[in-house]
């Protein structure tokens, strides 16, 4: 029997404004970002070269959400991160001149040839344009690209306003289109929220598949026979697969891989250390600080790092989570004898994968390896798609990937009041789309920027940021300036009046989505 695993990676971005003055009031979550390119994207296109070379096939599951696709393809973004690169660079020969430990320089040489190599890759290899390169990964068939929405809502709470999730779902499908020229197959439920009928407007836009947390199979009343193993559809064939909801736990728990000792320590950056005027031209003085990517320590501060020890670790956990995998196979083919295959899905979002593990991708590329070497059969979601009608029915069950299951972290004490403006500001957003149907010129320019900004507003991340505490400010500013933007277009259409130069001076910050209809939030008759 074949025994299949698929893994799935979905990034995690939200639209960050950068430019002119914002460039510098944003200057840490454009640095996290710029961290991201780094140590994540271009990674990846390095792993799969490195697959490729050694003639390891296989084939991954990865999202790349359409605020990320326009950051992207930016000109600004991408020489804001040439800068971000040479400013790293700089600051790289400053501390070989500072450090007094023959191990610290040597770390200090490395980091700084890792960055020369990745503005070499990125200017040279790339031209700076990171789409194409992953479209090429496509091509090689390496990466199965996978649809989401045009911002990652929680869809259960707009169970009600069935315009607003269809809105988001074609949105998101458009932006695929002009991104990657292609139709993709799979689609990613933002947070794995799951309600009863979304199965209906994901297959009304011609995605085959989509991925749940296993709650929702394994807490249905027809819970398929083979659970999580083998693939399941929902009434109308919409294909479903289940990801294992104790991952995120096993990889950043307690005594999760990502915490083993011999890794680095992402917290032990000089850039929370060192004296701003130590710091520059990474960090201004006056600015806020940031990661500047040199750090020195392991995981728990007791020694040095070591990359040769990290990356040998990576090599025994990518061979006990293989293992491990493998052995679940084994037994669930054991009970399922009458099957062709059973498979086991491992869906990340980017958060609970690569932040704060900076040998993630070394990790991931030594799991591919291991689990060809072992056998398994290391396949995308569309390479199951196969049986699509014939599996097994089944009736999902509400759940979510957050919280406790049921996403209920989008809807605590600390955020609970954004709801109200969102779902206020949706209802006006199809009431706008009705009454304006055949409108052009500024109208139809303040209506599409409305519904841009309203998309901005429902971004899951904000809420789960201002939730945890992690960046709550930063959340609660970006949220009300999305919101006073909406509600400022809504009053001018009241009104029958506009400033030119605002609508103007806001298109440019909030330059995302150029081909914007207002119309998708039409009602569907």
């Known amino acids: 029997m074949e025994k299949k695993l698929t893994i799935i990676i979905k990034a995690t971005q939200d639209y960050i404004r950068h430019y002119g003055d914002f460039e510098k009031s944003n200057f840490v ?3 996290i970002f710029f961290d991201s390119i780094s140590d994540v994207y271009i990674p990846l296109l390095r792993m799969v070269d490195s697959l490729e070379s050694s003639g390891v096939r296989c084939r991954f599951g990865l999202v790349l959400p359409p605020l990320l696709c326009n950051l992207f393809a930016d000109p600004n973004i991408q020489e804001q991160y040439i800068r971000y690169l040479d400013n790293r660079i700089a600051l790289g020969h400053k501390e070989l001149a500072r450090a007094d430990d023959s191990r610290i320089k040597e770390i200090v040489r490395d980091t700084i040839a890792k960055y020369e190599s990745l503005r070499r890759d990125f200017s040279e290899r790339y031209n700076r344009e990171l789409i194409p390169a992953f479209i090429e990964c496509m091509k090689k068939g390496y990466v199965e690209l996978l649809g989401t929405c045009g911002t990652d809502l929680f869809i259960p709470h707009y169970a009600d306003l069935k315009e607003i999730i269809s809105a988001q779902i074609e949105s998101g499908l458009h932006a695929y289109k002009q991104f990657f020229g292609t139709v993709p197959e799979g689609f990613w439920l933002p947070a794995f929220g799951y309600m009863s009928g979304v199965e209906k407007l994901i297959k009304a836009y011609g995605y085959s598949y989509t991925v749940l947390d296993a709650r929702s199979v394994l807490f249905s009343e027809n819970c398929p026979p083979a659970g999580i193993f083998y693939p399941a559809r929902t009434d109308n064939s919409l294909m479903i697969l289940a990801r294992d909801s104790r991952l995120p736990s096993q990889i950043n728990g307690e005594g999760g891989y990502a915490n083993h000792n011999a890794y680095r320590n992402e917290n032990r950056d000089i850039g929370y250390e060192l004296s701003p005027a130590q710091l520059e031209p990474v960090v201004e003085i006056g600015s806020a600080r940031c990661a500047t990517g040199f750090k020195y320590w392991n995981r728990d ?4 790092y070591n990359r040769e020890d990290a990356l040998a670790q990576t090599r025994a956990d990518a061979e006990a989570f293989v293992a491990e995998k493998t052995a679940l196979l084994d037994e669930a ?9 059973v498979s086991y899905v491992c869906a990340f979002e980017s958060d609970e994968l690569f932040r704060n593990w900076s040998e993630s991708v070394a990790w991931l590329e030594q799991v591919l390896r291991c689990a060809v070497k072992n ?3 290391v396949v995308s979601g569309n390479q199951m798609l196969e049986k699509q009608y014939s599996v097994a029915k089944f009736t999902p069950y509400y759940s979510a990937g957050l919280g406790d299951g049921y996403g209920e972290s989008l809807l605590s004490s600390k955020n609970c009041w954004m709801i109200r403006h969102i779902r206020k500001a949706c209802e006006r957003m199809t009431d706008l789309a009705e009454r304006f149907p055949n409108d052009t010129g500024l109208r139809t320019r303040l209506l599409n920027l409305g519904a841009k900004e309203l998309m901005l507003s429902q971004s899951l991340s904000l809420a789960k940021a201002i939730d945890s505490s992690s960046y709550p400010e930063l959340a609660e500013r970006r949220f009300r300036d999305s919101i006073s933007a909406f509600t400022a277009v809504f009053d001018s259409l009241g009104s029958n009046t506009v ?11 909030d330059a995302i989505f150029p081909w914007m209809n207002y119309r998708i939030f039409s009602k569907k008759h």
Not at 333 to 341: I, Q, R, W, Y
Request: glycine content about 6%.
């Open 375 to 377: 056998g398994l059969d």
């Open 333 to 341: 083919a054991d009970c399922l004898p009458e099957n062709d295959f």
């Open 499 to 509: 400033s030119t130069e605002w609508l103007t001076t806001m298109e440019m910050q």
């Open 29 to 31: 979550a454009l640095s």
């Open 301 to 304: 501060s007791s020694g040095l």
